[in-house]
C-alpha cells in the first residue's frame, strides 16, 4: 500500500500540512487511499462510486494524500506531544482494503500504545478476528439511515449500493462477539429524511443491544445525489442529541417519550422538562458535543465554522448551554 488520505486537521496536527484550526481533532483520521472511489454508491458521500465530488472529499472535509510510510511515522513520532487520543481508519470498498486495512492497523499496534478504531464496512467475521489480532481496539460499522426502508434508498438495494440492513445488523452481532459490548459502535445520520420517533426509537434498541451510537447531522456535498436534501434544522439536531443523552445513560427510555401519532415528532420527554433541563445543566451540555468513539470531536466534520455548529468538538460555554435550552424549551 503506497498511499493513505489524512483528513486535513489530523495533517496539521501530524505536522504533515499548514492547516489554521479553531479547534484540533483529538483524533486522527485516516480515510483509504483510492483514486476510483468505494464500490458502494452511499447517495450522502463524495466517495461513492458513482459521486462527482473530488476522491479528496469525505463529508464537508477535505482528506490528501501522503504516502503510507510517512503518515506511520509521523504518528509513531507525536502519539505523545501531539495529544490526541487515538487513530481512526476510515475503509472504503477496493480490490484489497483488506489487507491494505490490516496492515495499517498491525503497523500503527506495532507500537503498542495508539487506540485505534476502524470505520468498517461488514466484512467476514474471520476478517474482524484478524482485525482484532492486528490490535484494533474498537469498531463502528455505520447504519447510517434509521429505517430499513430509508437505508435501502440511501445506501442499500435503491441506491445501486451492496449493502442491506439484515447485512449490517448481522455485522454489528459478529463484531460484537469479536470486540465485545461497547467497543462496537454505529453512526446514524439524522436528517435524511426519518421522523424523530424512528431515529430516537433506533437508538433505544441499539443501546439495547451495547451497541454505541454516534450522530451525524446530514451535510448536502455537491455531486452527490443527496446534494439538494437540505440540512436538518438545529432544533431537530438538539432533540435527538438530548434523546440519546437520556437514552444512553439510562435516565430515560424511548417507549416512555410521547410522540405525535401522524409526524412522529417528540411531544415529551416522559418525565417533566424542568428535570430535563437541569439534566442539560449539570452536565455543561456535555449531550451536544461530538459522540462517537472516545476521544474523538471530530471538529466541523458536518458543519462550517461559521455555524450552526451540531456537534460541538469541545466543551460548551455558559452561553452556547443556554442557547440550547432556550431552543429546546422556548418560553423557559
Ligand atoms: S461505504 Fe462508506 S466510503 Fe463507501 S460509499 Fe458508503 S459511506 Fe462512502
Not at 23 to 51: D, M, V, W
Not at 70 to 78: H, N, P, R
Request: charged share 20%.
Amino acid at each position: 500500500m503506497e498511499f493513505i488520505r489524512v483528513s486535513a486537521g489530523s495533517a496539521a496536527l501530524l505536522g504533515l500540512k499548514r492547516v489554521k484550526m479553531l479547534h484540533a481533532p483529538t483524533t486522527i483520521h485516516l480515510l483509504q487511499y483510492t483514486t476510483a472511489g468505494c464500490k458502494a454508491n452511499c447517495s450522502f458521500c463524495p466517495q461513492a462510486r458513482e459521486s462527482l465530488v473530488d476522491k479528496k472529499m469525505l463529508s464537508r472535509v477535505s482528506w490528501p494524500e501522503f504516502p503510507w510510510h510517512v503518515v506511520k511515522d509521523a504518528i509513531t513520532e507525536k502519539f505523545k506531544e501531539a495529544g490526541f487520543q487515538r487513530v481512526c481508519l476510515q475503509t472504503v470498498i477496493y480490490s484489497s482494503f483488506i489487507e491494505d486495512m490490516l496492515q495499517v492497523v498491525d503497523e500503527l499496534a506495532a507500537s503498542g500504545r495508539i487506540l485505534i478504531s476502524v470505520a468498517l464496512i461488514p466484512v467476514a467475521k474471520k476478517v474482524m478476528e484478524q482485525l482484532k489480532t492486528a490490535g484494533a481496539e474498537r469498531v463502528g460499522i455505520a447504519l447510517d439511515a434509521s429505517t430499513p426502508a430509508l437505508f435501502s434508498v440511501v445506501k442499500g438495494e435503491k441506491a445501486g449500493g451492496p449493502y442491506t440492513w439484515d447485512g449490517h445488523w448481522k455485522a454489528l452481532q459478529d463484531a460484537l462477539d469479536v470486540f465485545g459490548k461497547n467497543r462496537v459502535s454505529t453512526h446514524l445520520i439524522a436528517g435524511l429524511g426519518e421522523q424523530e420517533r424512528d431515529i430516537i426509537e433506533r437508538m433505544q434498541q441499539l443501546h439495547d443491544s451495547s451497541i454505541t451510537i454516534g450522530l451525524f447531522a446530514f451535510t448536502p456535498v455537491r455531486g452527490t445525489r443527496l446534494e439538494t436534501v437540505k440540512k436538518p434544522g438545529v432544533i431537530y439536531f438538539r432533540k435527538v442529541q438530548l434523546a440519546r443523552h437520556l437514552i444512553v445513560h439510562d435516565l430515560a427510555r424511548a417507549s416512555s417519550f410521547t410522540y405525535d401519532e401522524h409526524t412522529g415528532q417528540l411531544i415529551s420527554w416522559g418525565i417533566a422538562d424542568s428535570d430535563v433541563i437541569k439534566i442539560i445543566q449539570d452536565s455543561h451540555g456535555k449531550m451536544f458535543e461530538t459522540t462517537g468513539c472516545p476521544g474523538c470531536n471530530r471538529p466541523y466534520y458536518t458543519e462550517s465554522p461559521r455555524g450552526p455548529v451540531y456537534n460541538h468538538p469541545a466543551p460548551l460555554d455558559p452561553r452556547q448551554v443556554e442557547d440550547a435550552i432556550a431552543l429546546l424549551f422556548p418560553g423557559t
